[in-house]
């Protein structure tokens, strides 16, 4: 299986509660990544997991958390959900000691209301 | 700072016809450029990738990229659209530890 999978695939969130996202790959990669991508705009990092240590872009910082309790998850969390972070939250993976090619999730579709 | 400029944010062809996606990129040195399509309600797939080497990129589905460092570019090209085309199309250039994508093309096939 050489996919990224992530739930749910909509994501309906009101504003000030928190939301978690998941992601999981089954390709052994060491690096996940989470872009957020709004219309009209490019796919921004907001963060990534090189096998466990985690580095985060410095503007969305306190922004977003996430975790990788293991290889295979990755999950991105939102605090406090504000009507700004409506956007589609794409998941992507790879290997760097090997220089793999990125794979990508069919994204999460999150709408803040 | 590494980035890719995607002019066009919509481009129209008919079927049959050839296309041309533009992306400029900005790198200080030699860059690892990408072309990835976004099919609605899909992920992105990579169509195809430059390593340094040959300037001309052969991808999936009939597509092929030049990249000319004199003009800082790596456009996407096909010689005859189909209907199953139609799609959103995103350059994207190795950052560092990760990829920085432009805004996209979206391209829509006529009759």
């Known amino acids: 299986d050489t996919t990224v999978k992530q739930n749910p695939r909509y994501k309906l969130a009101r504003v000030g509660k928190p939301v978690n996202l998941i992601c999981s790959q089954t390709?052994?990669?060491?690096?996940m990544y989470w872009y957020q991508k709004k219309p009209n705009q490019a796919p921004k990092l907001l963060l990534f997991y090189y096998d466990k240590i985690l580095n985060r872009e410095a503007d969305t910082f306190e922004k977003f958390q996430s975790s990788r309790p293991n290889n295979s998850f990755c999950s991105l969390y939102i605090g406090s959900a504000g009507l700004e972070y409506s956007a589609m939250y794409l998941c992507a993976s790879r290997d760097r000691v090997s220089n793999s090619d990125y794979t990508f999730g069919s994204g999460t579709r999150l709408l803040v209301i | 700072a590494q980035s890719v400029t995607q002019p066009d944010a919509r481009v129209t062809v008919s079927e049959g016809a050839s296309l041309q996606l533009r992306c400029k990129y900005s790198y200080f040195g030699t860059p690892y450029l990408f072309w990835y399509v976004q099919y609605p309600r899909q992920g992105l797939q990579l169509l195809l990738k430059?390593?340094?080497?040959?300037?001309v990129v052969q991808g999936v589905n009939g597509f092929e990229a030049e990249f000319s460092k004199s003009n800082s570019s790596f456009h996407l090209r096909k010689a005859s659209v189909h209907w199953s085309d139609w799609a959103v199309y995103f350059c994207?250039?190795?950052?560092?530890?990760?990829?920085?994508f432009g805004t996209g093309t979206k391209l829509q096939v006529v009759p």
């Open positions: 994207a250039v190795n950052s560092g530890t990760y990829q920085r």
């Open positions: 390709m052994n990669h060491d690096t």
């Open positions: 430059y390593y340094p080497g040959d300037p």
